[in-house]
């Protein structure tokens, strides 16, 4: 990837926990140069303390072409403040934090800031990501196009047509890795009590997600066409299924729930 402007100018980080970790060793390993990297991060993990030439907690550059904000919400009105150049329009800044709203980062930043927008999610470790963008008016195209292709280098990216629909990507795919890793858990935790050793257990359910994942994926086919393949006409697959797509107690019930309450959560976190 071309770092070039970044490299001239400068990448800021404020947090650099899980997210803002995932996203700035996946630029370092893509050549963005460590000399040309600012972090702010109270807490920084080893692997940060041992990348020659970064700037950790040390001072910022004068108008940095980007700035990732990666702090938790309820951090950001005390911490991006602190950041007060990044407000004129020539930063990019790319954030990270779930639920605020834009209105939010011109309160704090003022009124021509250019401001992306951004719904990850954890997979982004190891480049298997897919986040959701939206930027505000006043990100020019060459910044908006800057910001897809640095998170174009932790996975997928998808323009929204709208900030209302951040929401809805994080209460599925921001969220989803973890809804995923307790599908896992549950069902390893199911195989153990029914007899299986639990590091077996723990083994078949985690491939079986990783191998299923994998093939929806490559395959692009209808995941309902996918499940139709596994499942014969009254086999063994037809009498689970008929628990786990119970309409008022299966998975549907169950999801639609757990999205309502995450959409809940991202409008709170607005106010925090
Ligand atoms: N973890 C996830 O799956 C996703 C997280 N997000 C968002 O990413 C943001 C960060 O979340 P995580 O990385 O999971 O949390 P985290 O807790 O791992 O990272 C936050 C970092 O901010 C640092 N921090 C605290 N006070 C600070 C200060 N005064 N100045 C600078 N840094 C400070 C903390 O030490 C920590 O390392 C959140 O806003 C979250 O909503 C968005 C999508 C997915
Ligand atoms: O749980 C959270 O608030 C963040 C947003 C999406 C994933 N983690």
């Not at 700037?55 to 004068?62: A, K, R, S, T």
């Not at 196009?145 to 929204?160: I, M, S």
């Amino acid at each position: 990837m071309d770092f070039g402007e970044i490299a001239d100018r400068g990448l800021v980080v404020l947090g650099c926990g899980k997210m803002g970790g995932a996203l700035l060793s996946r630029w370092l390993d893509a050549g963005l140069p460590a000399g040309s990297v600012w972090v702010l991060e109270p807490t920084p993990a080893d692997w940060l303390t041992a990348v020659d030439g970064l700037h950790l907690n040390d001072g910022l550059p004068d108008a940095p072409a980007v700035a990732l904000i990666a702090v938790k919400p309820q951090m950001l009105r005390e911490t991006l403040p602190r950041l007060s150049s990044i407000g004129t329009g020539k930063t990019l800044v790319l954030s990270v934090v779930a639920g605020m709203p834009l209105s939010v980062y011109d309160e704090l930043l003022g009124p021509d800031a250019a401001v992306v927008r951004t719904v990850p999610n954890t997979p982004a470790a190891i480049g298997h990501g897919i986040t959701s963008m939206f930027a505000n008016d006043r990100t020019d195209a060459a910044q908006a196009d800057l910001a897809e292709r640095l998170l174009g280098a932790v996975g997928e990216v998808v323009r929204l047509p709208s900030e209302d629909q951040l929401r809805l990507a994080t209460s599925i795919a921001g969220c989803g890795p973890a809804y995923v890793f307790h599908l896992i858990e549950t069902m390893a935790a199911a195989a153990t009590a029914q007899g299986l050793a639990p590091d077996v257990a723990l083994k078949l359910a985690r491939a079986t997600v990783a191998g299923a994942g994998d093939l929806a994926e490559r395959t692009g086919e209808d995941p309902a066409q996918l499940r139709r393949n596994v499942t014969s006409p009254n086999g063994v697959t037809q009498a689970a299924l008929e628990v786990l797509m119970d309409e008022q107690t299966g998975f549907p019930a169950l999801l639609d729930r757990a999205v309502a309450a995450a959409l809940r959560r991202d409008d709170e976190l607005g106010g925090a």
